[in-house]
């Protein structure tokens, strides 16, 4: 398996335009998460979904912040409208519905958001 | 509620000598337990992790773990450092609850001397 696959791996955009970005996670893993990492904030778990549900997006730091997951082997986390303070490293991560079961990472996508 | 507290931002070590990196964590149950390692401009990868058994647990290139229950610990050790090793390592706590959510400490970033 090629492993979480993220896209793309840098972004650069304007304040106040939208970004979106995807992930495909392994195939057969049914949960999905998405995190940000940040020098200020470390890693925190914005959402995660568990056979393409939402279970919990308390993470989610604002309305202008979305996911979705459409299907089992994809998902999307949408800004908009983006400020300076999302730029950040976004990762994509999956596993089994088990605890027994660690996450696979995606390489990351790297905002910068000007 | 589940956290996970690490001592320290920043360790730094000599090539040779041996490697601790500290994480205490908090969960009302039993959790679930892993080691992370993140090299530069990568994603996160699986060290080690504690599920159930044996409270000492090996991992990738030497590092080993070792659950401590009564004092809520799960400190990452190494008896020799080598310059590949430098990176930041990041604690993970995690439970089955319906859906299966990591929380991750703030990191460690090891630094080995020549």
């Known amino acids: 398996d090629a492993g979480v696959i993220q896209s793309p791996r840098h972004e650069v955009t304007e304040m106040g335009q939208e970004v979106t970005l995807r992930c495909k996670p392994i195939?057969?893993?049914?949960?999905l998460f998405w995190y940000r990492q940040t020098m200020m904030r470390g890693l925190e778990l914005l959402i995660y979904?568990?056979?393409?549900?939402?279970?919990?997006d308390s993470g989610m730091p604002e309305d202008r912040f979305s996911a979705k997951m459409p299907n089992a082997s994809f998902s999307t986390l949408k800004i908009q409208p983006s400020e300076p303070r999302d730029s950040a490293v976004y990762f994509c991560?999956?596993?089994?519905?088990?605890?027994?079961?660690?996450?696979?990472f995606g390489q990351g996508t790297r905002l910068t958001v000007v | 509620a589940q956290s996970v507290t690490q001592l320290g931002s920043h360790v730094s070590v000599s090539e040779g000598a041996l490697v601790l990196l500290r994480c205490n964590y908090s969960s009302s149950v039993p959790p679930y337990l892993f080691w992370y390692v993140q090299y530069p401009n990568q994603g996160l990868q699986l060290l080690l992790k504690?599920?159930?058994?044996?409270?000492l647990v090996k991992g990738i290139n030497g590092f080993e773990a070792e659950f401590k229950k009564s004092e809520t610990s799960f400190h990452l050790t190494k008896p020799s450092a080598h310059m590949s090793d430098a990176a930041e390592y990041f604690c993970?706590?995690?439970?089955?609850?319906?859906?299966?959510?990591?929380?991750f400490g703030a990191g460690t970033r090891l630094f080995v001397k020549a």
């Open positions: 195939s057969g893993h049914n949960s």
């Open positions: 979904f568990n056979n393409n549900v939402p279970i919990d």
């Open positions: 504690y599920t159930t058994g044996a409270t």
């Open positions: 993970a706590v995690a439970r089955n609850t319906g859906g299966f959510k990591t929380i």
């Open positions: 991560a999956s596993s089994l519905t088990d605890g027994n079961t660690e996450a696979f």
